[in-house]
Structure formats: structure tokens, C-alpha cells
Antibody, heavy 117, light 106 residues
Framework: EVQLVESGEGLVQPGSSMKLSCVAS????????MNWIRQAPKKGLEWIAL????????YYADSVKGRFTISRDNSKNTLYLEMNSLRSEDTAMYYCAKGGRTGFDYWGQGVMVTVSS | DIQMTQSPSFLSATVGDRVTINCKASQNINKYLNWYQQKLGEAPKRLIYNTNSLQTGIPSRFSGSGSGTDYTLTISSLQPEDVATYFCLQHNSGYTFGAGTKLELK
């Protein structure tokens, strides 16, 4: 059974940094691209970052480009999202999702990130 | 960027009803359209991929159709466990989600 478990939830001040993790199990993690997706309160879902299976390519939404960094450690079956210069508009539920040619097939339950002074 | 317009935003239906939810893309997305179900406090679950392919383990009362810019999710006979929010995703060019449809029992 595919499982994706995010961690790193919390409340931070504007301008600060935070790192999320997503531990994968139930599939060969090193064979698949992985993504981060977020949903701000009372807003729709927004894809924010993709990393290829071998970390050879990374893509970001314009809203986070230059501030967020996606990475992975295939030896630990873990996906990361390093978030810098956080803004109030980054307040959202953050999901990791397994990628593939047919879009996102499995998602984690998400972690809440709140940016507020 | 491709925009996705999902309708309705809210839907109230009776057990046994046929339910349809629509997504309209701002341009042709070549059937690269997925449907997801999200229940409160749970991870989103993929129901349908590439317009009409049923995800393994999903009941056959769920089906998808469409082409070009217009796509539909159909629940042939609504069950109590189908109460959830449903959203579409286009993955033809980047990734864009519909705003979601909250489905409740009447």
C-alpha cells in the first residue's frame, strides 16, 4: 500500500524559514517524480514544485520560485520542501504527491503551515 | 496558463441519484484530466485519470467523460459514503486544479 506521510507542521513568523518532509513507502520511491501541492484556507489547490526521480530536474510555480527548494533523498525514501522568506500568503495545507505520466496518483494527508506574526 | 472552471461549487443530492460534476478548461487539454475525491481530514484520492480510466479499487459507479475543453465526472447512483469534495486536475500543460465541488446528501 502506497503511503506518503508529511511532517514539519507549524507556526512561523513572516520572513522565517521552515522545512517539510514526506516519507514514502509502498512503492519504489527512486523510480518516480514527486510533487508538493498546497491549499490555502478557503482557496483552491495549487501545484508548487516537482522533482524528477533522480533529482535531475526541478520545477516551481512562479509563486514560490526563488524562495522554496524541493529536494529528495532516495536512500531515505524522503521528499523535502525547504521554504525561505515565508509570507502570510504561504499559509496553507501542504501535500506531497507521487507523480507520473498520469498526474498525481497518491497524496499524503498534508501538514499545516501557518505564517503569522 | 490553463484555467479550470469547475461546476457546481456545491451539490445536494439523494442516495441513488445520478450526479454529474463538470470541469471546463480554458483551452484543449487533450483528455489529460483527472478527478479526485477528498473526504474531511483525509488525503485526496484519485478516482479517474486521463478522462475516463478508473483508478484501481474505485467503484464502477464513478465514471468520467469528455474531450477538448469539457469534462464530466458522473456518479451513477449516489451512496452515503460519496459525501466529499471532488476536484479536477488538468496535467496537459503544467498542473491546474478546479476549485472543487462539495457534495452533500439531501
Amino acid at each position: 500500500e502506497v503511503q506518503l506521510v508529511e511532517s514539519g507542521e507549524g507556526l512561523v513568523q513572516p520572513g522565517s524559514s521552515m522545512k517539510l518532509s514526506c516519507v514514502a513507502s509502498g512503492f519504489t520511491f527512486s523510480n518516480y517524480g514527486m510533487n508538493w501541492i498546497r491549499q490555502a484556507p478557503k482557496k483552491g489547490l495549487e501545484w508548487i514544485a516537482l522533482i524528477y526521480y533522480d533529482s535531475s530536474s526541478k520545477y516551481y510555480a512562479d509563486s514560490v520560485k526563488g524562495r522554496f527548494t524541493i529536494s529528495r533523498d532516495n536512500s531515505k525514501n524522503t521528499l523535502y520542501l525547504e521554504m525561505n522568506s515565508l509570507r502570510s500568503e504561504d499559509t496553507a495545507m501542504y501535500y506531497c504527491a507521487k507523480g507520473g505520466r498520469t498526474g498525481f496518483d497518491y497524496w499524503g494527508q498534508g501538514v499545516m503551515v501557518t505564517v503569522s506574526s | 496558463d490553463i484555467q479550470m472552471t469547475q461546476s457546481p461549487s456545491f451539490l445536494s443530492a439523494t442516495v441513488g441519484d445520478r450526479v454529474t460534476i463538470n470541469c471546463k478548461a480554458s483551452q484543449n487539454i487533450n483528455k489529460y484530466l483527472n478527478w479526485y475525491q477528498q473526504k474531511l481530514g483525509e488525503a485526496p484520492k484519485r478516482l479517474i485519470y486521463n478522462t475516463n480510466s478508473l483508478q484501481t479499487g474505485i467503484p464502477s459507479r464513478f465514471s468520467g467523460s469528455g474531450s477538448g475543453t469539457d469534462y464530466t465526472l458522473t456518479i451513477s447512483s449516489l451512496q452515503p459514503e460519496d459525501v466529499a469534495t471532488y476536484f479536477c486536475l488538468q496535467h496537459n500543460s503544467g498542473y491546474t486544479f478546479g476549485a472543487g465541488t462539495k457534495l452533500e446528501l439531501k
